[in-house]
């Protein structure tokens, strides 16, 4: 995540300001550096992230959530007073981050298709953050999709919700393009016609002055092919599967924040 963090940086020139990385390795930072972005390496820097949260306004924690407490305990007395510090880590409260440091601290939930600019992030703030502070944050995660702020106690749904909502797709398309496989398509035209129905169906609700509700409505003619298998789908009690699945998503999260 943020590798499409720093790849939206360098799409909107907001890299030009100044951007310093820190990774593991010194063949990820070869791969990483680019014009305007300084790229540190652990592997050859052991101070590496304290060397790099020096002197910045707004550092970013894309690290795994077990990794977040020991990282703010390595960098916390190397940050700038008002440094504003976002973690991307699911279950990672900022509280217990603010334990941690006195800085403003932002918890954000980006997902996958942040990586092609079309994200969605979530991003909930700390006691110690005032609303600029917030829109700081808000246009740095601009640069990978769209952004919306929300109450803590509701990020874990939002995670859910938009978080995990690629993996969801995922396997829908997964299981549909077998069953066009089944059908008799070559897998290769069961991928074509499903991938470019999903992305096609996609584009026409974006640009859509109505809800999928109505789309769905008009291309379901009645007593028709679609009518029926729109049947089908529903028997399988569809909204209360993603609300199942929805759940679980939470209340995993929820076991993350608690440490098991």
Known sequence: ?????????RRSAAADDGVVVTTRS???AARMSADGIEVLSLETAPD??????????????????????????????ALEPDAIVVSVAAGVTTASMEALVANPVVRSMPNTPSLVGLGVTGLSAGSRVDDAQVSLVAALFATVGEVIVVPEA?????????????AYVFLLIERWTQAAIDLGFAPEQARLMVEQTVRGASELLAGADVDATELRRRVTSPKGTTERAVAVLEEAELRDLFTRA???AVARAKEIAAGS
């Open 48 to 77: 590496a992230n304290r060397r790099a949260v020096a002197g910045a306004g707004l550092v970013l924690l894309a690290v795994k959530p077990a990794m977040i407490a020991d990282l703010l305990r390595e960098i916390a007395d």
């Open 26 to 28: 010194a063949e990820s």
């Open 154 to 166: 509701q990020l874990d749904a939002l995670s859910a919700v938009s978080g995990s909502g690629p």
């Open 1 to 9: 995540m943020g590798g499409a963090i720093l790849a939206g940086l």
């Open 246 to 248: 929805a759940d679980a």
